[in-house]
């Protein structure tokens, strides 16, 4: 099978998979001009180029559909043109190019931060609140719970021996096949936030982003932020942890503060329960410390 075909049926397959839905459509598009123009390899830059093109035309589509719905108003006229394409692609929900060196250091990484991950307990990185959420009750009944960068499931698989519903989210591909080999019992999907679609099943008790809001750019943080508010029930909590200390092994990250989440909880209608200012990284890094915040939303 030459490679020129086997990319012929792979669109084709893709179409099919998709068909019915925007992006589909938009894939027969490119199936239709993939065989029309009988594209020869030399030329694969412009059939990247026309991607490139639908997959902006889709974005913008999706932000102003996204606006009618949230305003109430008729959805407003295209202003996308091509030139618009890299910063829509760069910018996107999808988090861009950073997001991809991110994940694909903890791809080539998995098996070294697998074996730092389990190295330490549930109860040493996370005792102090999670304790709290028991004595208060809180954590005493099984909860619907969302644990965002779950990594090598260490916390998942906590939750989930301790009779509770858990759904991970986890981006790096090898991270998941750790996961589903070791947990199999865990459910893991490989999102990025923000990620702007309902998940599976009710709302959630409680969300933990561990390790997670340091990757998110500032420019898609409020986005984020209000994602994952949309899915935490009435009563729950959200539980995230701010790094301090920056990463010399390649990895992308961000300041992050405690003022900044105030503000988007309060957008949110969360409240700041608590906080842990100067928590000593439990992997021993001198130069690294964390802030812990526990979101609340009333139950009423």
Same mark, same amino acid.
């Given at each position: 099978?030459?490679?020129?075909?086997?990319?012929d049926? +792979?669109?084709?397959?893709?179409?099919?998979? =998709?068909?019915?839905? *925007?992006?589909?459509?938009?894939?027969?598009?490119?199936?239709?001009?993939?065989?029309? *123009?009988? /594209?020869?390899?030399?030329?694969?830059?412009?059939?990247i180029?026309?991607?490139?093109?639908?997959?902006?035309h889709?974005?913008?589509?999706?932000?102003?559909?996204?606006?009618?719905?949230?305003?109430? +108003?008729?959805?407003?006229?295209?202003?996308?043109?091509?030139?618009?394409?890299?910063?829509?692609?760069?910018?996107?929900?999808?988090?861009?190019?950073? =997001?991809?060196?991110?994940?694909?250091?903890?791809?080539?990484?998995? +098996?070294k931060?697998?074996?730092?991950?389990?190295? @330490?307990?549930?109860?040493?990185?996370?005792?102090?609140?999670?304790?709290?959420?028991?004595?208060? &009750?809180?954590? !005493?009944?099984?909860?619907?719970?969302?644990? @965002?960068? *779950?990594?090598?499931?260490?916390d998942?698989? /906590? /939750?989930?021996?301790?009779g509770?519903? @858990?759904?991970?989210?986890?981006?790096?591909?090898?991270?998941?096949?750790?996961?589903?080999?070791?947990?199999?019992?865990?459910?893991?999907? &490989?999102?990025?936030?923000?990620?702007?679609?309902? =998940?599976?099943?009710?709302?959630?008790?409680?969300?933990?982003?561990?390790?997670?809001?340091?990757?998110?750019?500032?420019?898609?943080?409020?986005? *984020?932020?209000?994602?994952?508010?949309?899915?935490l029930?009435?009563?729950?909590?959200?539980?995230?942890? =701010?790094?301090?200390?920056?990463?010399?092994? &390649?990895? +992308?990250?961000?300041?992050?503060?405690?003022?900044?989440?105030?503000?988007?909880?309060?957008? !949110?209608?969360?409240?700041?329960?608590?906080?842990?200012? &100067?928590?000593?990284?439990?992997?021993?890094?001198?130069? @690294?410390?964390?802030?812990?915040?526990?979101?609340?939303?009333?139950?009423?």
């Open positions: 099978m030459s490679f020129l075909t086997r990319i049926e +792979q669109i084709e397959d893709q179409y099919h998979e =998709l068909s019915g839905q *925007a992006s589909g459509e938009a894939l027969k598009v490119l199936l239709e001009s993939w065989h029309s *123009a009988k /594209f020869a390899a030399g030329d694969a830059k412009s059939m180029d026309d991607i490139d093109s639908t997959i902006g889709l974005i913008d589509f999706r932000t102003r559909l996204s606006k009618s719905v949230e305003t109430g +108003q008729p959805m407003q006229n295209s202003g996308h043109c091509a030139a618009e394409t890299k910063e829509l692609l760069s910018s996107s929900w999808y988090g861009g190019e950073e =997001l991809d060196v991110n994940v694909a250091f903890y791809n080539e990484n998995s +098996q931060l697998i074996g730092e991950y389990e190295s @330490v307990t549930f109860e040493s990185v996370h005792g102090h609140w999670w304790g709290k959420l028991v004595d208060s &009750g809180f954590a !005493n009944r099984p909860l619907r719970i969302l644990d @965002v960068g *779950a990594g090598a499931g260490r998942s698989a /906590f /939750f989930m021996n301790a509770h519903d @858990v759904l991970a989210i986890e981006p790096a591909d090898k991270m998941r096949e750790h996961i589903n080999a070791r947990y199999p019992e865990i459910r893991v999907i &490989g999102k990025s936030i923000p990620m702007n679609q309902t =998940l599976p099943g009710n709302p959630f008790d409680l969300i933990l982003l561990s390790a997670v809001w340091m990757h998110i750019r500032p420019d898609l943080r409020k986005q *984020a932020f209000d994602d994952l508010a949309t899915h029930t009435k009563g729950g909590k959200m539980v995230v942890f =701010l790094r301090h200390g920056s990463f010399n092994d &390649g990895r +992308q990250e961000h300041p992050v503060s405690m003022e900044e989440l105030k503000g988007y909880a309060a957008a !949110n209608d969360l409240s700041l329960a608590t906080s842990n200012e &100067g928590q000593t990284d439990v992997l021993g890094r001198s130069d @690294v410390y964390w802030e812990i915040a526990i979101l609340s939303r009333p139950s009423i």
